[in-house]
C-alpha cells in the first residue's frame, strides 16, 4: 500500500537544511559580508601647460611649436593660447621628443651636476610663424642679454644643479626645480659677461588672463650678430644623437 509517511521526509529534511542556513547566517556563519573593492591607486599630480602669448606687432597668423608638434591660430590682437601635451600624452604619443635633462645645454666641459641620469625632459623655448620666423618670449630688453622663457615639461617631481661651460652659451649656472608636468623658467645669455643662468619662474594657471609677450627672435639656429652660438634656442641639438630631429 502506499507509504505517505515516506513522501513526508524529504520535505522534513529540506525544511531542517533551510533552517540551519538561516541560524548559521544569523551567527555570522557562512562567509559573512563581501570583502569590499580594492580603493584604485590616486594617479600622480601634474602641473598642466599652457602658452599664453601675444605677438608684438600684431599679426594673424598661426604659431607652432617644433617638438612636440602643436599648434594654435592666433587672433586679430596678437594674441594666442597654445595647449601644452599632458603627461600622458608626453609619455606616449610624444615620447621621442622627450631628451635627458643632462643634455639640456648641449656639449659642455667642467661638468658639476646632480641630474639625474635617467631624467627626460622636454623644452619648448621658441614658436615658429607660418612664414617659418622664430619668436621668443624675451625676459627684459637689455641689449646685453638674449633672454627668454622656456617651458619645460617633466616626467616626475625633480630638483638638480647645473654648473658648466657649454658650446655657445660660455658659463652656465642653472637651479632647476621641476613638478612633475610643464614648468617655466627665464633664461638669460649674458653677451657681455659671457655667462648664462637658468631660472625658475611663475608658472600661468590655466585661467590666467594676462598674456605673455612674444617677439621675433634675433638669435634663431645660427650665429647671429650679437655673436650667439649655434642653436642658442636648443643647444642639445649641438649634440650628435640630436642633430637629425
Known sequence: MFNQTNLKRPAASFAAVIGLSLLLSACGGGGGAPEPDPIPDPQPTEQLGLIKGQIAPKITTKVRAEEPPIS???DAEGKFDLPLPNAQAMAT?????????????????????????????RPINKLRLDNEAIIISPVNQNPDIYSYKSWVFSE????????????????VTANVVLKRGWNVFDAQVNTKTKKTTYAPATTPKPLATDYTSWIKSSGGTSTSAQSLGANILEPWKNLPQYRNR
Open 72 to 74: 594654435t591660430t592666433v
Open 93 to 121: 604619443t610624444y615620447q621621442d621628443n622627450l631628451i635627458k635633462a643632462t643634455d639640456l645645454f648641449g656639449p659642455c666641459e667642467m661638468v658639476v651636476t646632480d641630474a639625474p641620469a635617467s631624467l627626460e625632459v
Open 156 to 171: 616626475q617631481d625633480a630638483s638638480f644643479t647645473f654648473k658648466g661651460n657649454c658650446f655657445g652659451l660660455d658659463d
